[in-house]
């Protein structure tokens, strides 16, 4: 079954230290992986997406087809990234995303 | 401005006293969708469409229904709720459903069913 796990409830780190986040899935097909965030009182929204394979506010995330894994990375974290952030999968278009649980992400100065 | 918006934003209701929770997109989407998210569980698609008259089940279809006359409207919903259909829901529009899209979505609509 299409499944998407994020094993962290709350992650919580000091500005500059480096965040991962963790995503693993299990889908028997080629996935396609996405990182969704949402700020406080706005809307969820896209981060990135592993076929763009592209950086967006200092965020990257590599998909892993072997540990099947899609942990999003940020060398240095900033308060103003303390947010919700959600993995989703996808077997082929938006037709049926699936989401991790999520994961709060809290920067303390 | 290019949004989804949803109405209500949050509603109070009774088990069994049929609902509707709006949808409106104003950016000529053919893909929309409604997710459900719960603490614990994220968000779990409830239905999606691809283009006017083409809707399809998601992961919990269940206790819902969908409809898609118009491209811009996709409206949710509930002929007789009852309380474990408190949550709170999010439409979604892209523009024809590929993974290489944005997916836009609206400011979320709580519902509580008594």
């Known amino acids: 079954a299409q499944r998407v796990t994020q094993p962290e409830k709350l992650l919580s780190v000091f500005k500059g230290a480096p965040v991962e986040l963790k995503c693993n899935y299990s889908?028997?097909?080629?996935?396609?992986l996405f990182w969704y965030v949402q700020y406080s009182r706005q809307r969820l929204q896209l981060l990135l997406r592993?076929?763009s394979r592209e950086s967006i506010k200092g965020f990257t995330a590599d998909l892993n087809k072997g540990e099947t894994s899609f942990h999003l990375k940020k060398p240095f974290a900033q308060e103003e990234d303390s947010a919700m952030y959600y993995c989703?999968?996808?077997?082929?278009?938006?037709?049926?995303?699936?989401f991790g649980a999520g994961t709060r992400l809290a920067v303390h100065p | 401005e290019a949004q989804v918006t949803q109405n209500p934003r949050y509603l109070i209701t009774v088990t069994g006293k049929k609902l509707t929770v709006t949808c409106s997109q104003n950016?000529?989407?053919?893909?929309m969708s409604w997710y459900r998210q719960d603490p614990g569980l994220g968000l779990r698609q409830i239905y999606y469409?691809?283009?006017?008259?083409?809707?399809d089940k998601g992961d919990v279809p269940e206790g819902y229904k969908v409809s898609r006359k118009e491209k811009r409207n996709f409206p949710l919903i509930l002929e007789s709720p009852s309380p474990n259909q408190t949550s709170l829901y999010f439409c979604?529009?892209?523009?024809?459903?590929?993974?290489?899209?944005?997916?836009?979505f609206g400011s979320g609509t709580q519902l509580s069913v008594l």
């Open positions: 889908y028997s097909g080629s996935p396609e």
């Open positions: 979604a529009s892209s523009l024809s459903g590929t993974g290489y899209e944005k997916l836009f």
């Open positions: 989703a999968l996808s077997g082929g278009g938006y037709n049926k995303l699936i």
């Open positions: 469409s691809m283009n006017v008259e083409v809707t």
């Open positions: 592993h076929i």
């Open positions: 950016m000529n989407h053919e893909y």
